[in-house]
């Protein structure tokens, strides 16, 4: 969520396999279901301008396309091998062109935020074409007061969300060079090798695999996933039935509630928990507010959000051995004063973090995907009944081609029965959550947002500027990081 920050499997020099993490992302999406992250700023755009007031689009265009030769994931595309060869891998387009991946596009009036949102999800339902690089970016004119907006597309087997940042970091962040500065080194071309070298370095692998079924750490973690797939199938009905859940169509919604970073880490000083356990409070009492209004009992009933999380695979550095998890978080949407119910959340995921089965997931997840099943249980999953991220991003303000970030804006995708997606993204001082729907399950989002709107208030006024709570609170363990 792949050119992403998890270890691969290693193959000749010159080019690196798909991770199972990889093929299941590649698998998993439909047609009307594209599995694509998204990373969209709002840019101060005078500078961006010429004279005339006209946007400088071929000199931006050709300094990304000096700068992705650094980036060396955006140029590479998905290469099988064919049979005995082993895992798709990874390879340079040799017929990379930058025009097929940035581009320009106007907004029609009257550029505000909501239709800003609405063209944002039009490129995003685009599927991104499988032959080439799976990224894509548009710089958009038209929005108020001269800014530029800017939306970044790749796809979950390219970078989730937090790979996603770095490498949009990478690629835009630097400020414009000048005229005819050196253009960076090219990298080493990743290319296929011939097909017998494929198949002899997939036989090695094999033997190996098969050689390491003798030493005690395999069986140990192949108890450990059995443990694991033990707990997810007895987990499998734990979701309570709500009209959350039903297969996600291809039209999507996007909105955002933003918050005050500062205030929110007061909020979660005084509670003894995270900020993450913050949001997921407001989230609570956004979807109380949603399945009241829809008629449905509210009173004891627990959805489970599932929350992902960053996994570090041992005798990897934090970069590059990360992968993710998913935190089944119960949220008490039965309690209507949301600083009652933020100690019950920050209980909820400190007992979640405590489950053996969140660190085993990617394992389980990639046996299950070599079967091609993961879609299917998709489609049906029980487990949780939304899901939910926390980004931490630049705590000071960036610069993107040397204009100023206004806004930073991340988008998740929606798959299987999940049509409900929240993801949290700090940025110098602002906590913007963007809420993501199946916009046929969700046409009442209004009154989930507004509920969010009503309730932050509340929770920020029951802390005193010195981040001590105003009200007697349950004392919790610590939740989420902030």
């Excluded at 920050?5 to 290693?10: L, N, T, V």
């Excluded at 979807?287 to 695979?313: D, I, K």
């Amino acid at each position: 969520m792949t050119a992403r920050d998890h270890p691969r499997k290693p193959g000749p020099p010159g080019f690196q396999r798909l991770s199972a993490y990889d093929q299941h992302c590649l698998r998993v999406e439909t047609p009307a279901r594209p599995l694509q992250v998204g990373i969209f700023a709002v840019l101060d755009g005078r500078v961006l301008r010429d004279p005339a007031g006209r946007l400088r689009f071929a000199d931006i265009r050709r300094e990304i396309d000096g700068r992705v030769a650094g980036v060396p994931e955006l140029r590479r595309v998905v290469f099988h091998p064919g049979r005995l060869a082993g895992p798709p891998l990874w390879v340079d387009d040799p017929a990379f062109r930058i025009d097929r991946h940035v581009n320009e596009l106007v907004l029609s009036p009257p550029g505000d935020e909501a239709a800003l949102l609405a063209f944002t999800e039009q490129l995003m339902a685009r599927p991104l074409d499988r032959a080439r690089p799976l990224w894509r970016m548009w710089f958009v004119t038209g929005l108020a007061d001269g800014r530029v907006g800017v939306l970044v597309v790749l796809h979950h087997a390219l970078a989730d969300g937090r790979t996603a940042m770095r490498l949009v970091r990478s690629l835009l962040e630097p400020p414009m060079s000048s005229a005819g500065s050196v253009p960076p080194k090219p990298p080493v071309a990743a290319v296929a090798p011939p097909w017998g070298e494929l198949v002899r370095d997939n036989a090695r692998s094999t033997i190996e695999s098969a050689l390491r079924l003798a030493r005690p750490a395999t069986w140990r973690l192949v108890a450990e996933v059995a443990r694991a797939a033990r707990q997810t199938f007895r987990l499998a009905q734990r979701a309570p039935r709500t009209s959350l859940n039903a297969p996600v169509g291809p039209s999507r919604r996007l909105a955002t509630v933003r918050l005050d970073q500062a205030t929110a880490r007061r909020v979660a000083r005084a509670y003894d928990c995270g900020v993450n356990d913050v949001v997921l409070s407001l989230v609570a009492g956004g979807v109380r507010a949603l399945l009241a209004g829809r008629g449905e009992p509210v009173q004891r009933l627990r959805p489970r959000a599932g929350v992902a999380v960053a996994l570090f695979s041992p005798g990897h550095g934090a970069e590059a051995g990360n992968d993710i998890g998913t935190l089944h978080v119960r949220l008490p949407i039965g309690e209507a004063d949301p600083c009652a119910r933020l100690p019950l959340i920050a209980r909820e995921t400190a007992r979640a973090r405590r489950s053996s089965m969140v660190a085993a997931e990617p394992i389980v997840r990639a046996w299950f995907g070599r079967f091609g099943v993961f879609r299917r249980a998709l489609e049906g999953q029980r487990l949780v009944n939304l899901a939910e991220t926390y980004l931490p991003g630049p705590p000071v303000p960036i610069d993107v081609l040397g204009a100023p970030v206004l806004d930073l804006l991340p988008i998740a995708p929606l798959a299987g029965n999940l049509g409900l997606s929240f993801v949290a993204l700090s940025y110098a001082g602002c906590l913007a959550v963007a809420v993501r729907v199946d916009a046929d399950q969700f046409p009442d989002l209004d009154v989930l947002l507004a509920a969010m709107e009503r309730d932050w208030p509340v929770l920020a006024a029951s802390v005193t500027p010195t981040g001590r709570s105003r009200k007697p609170a349950t004392r919790s363990p610590a939740g989420s990081a902030a």
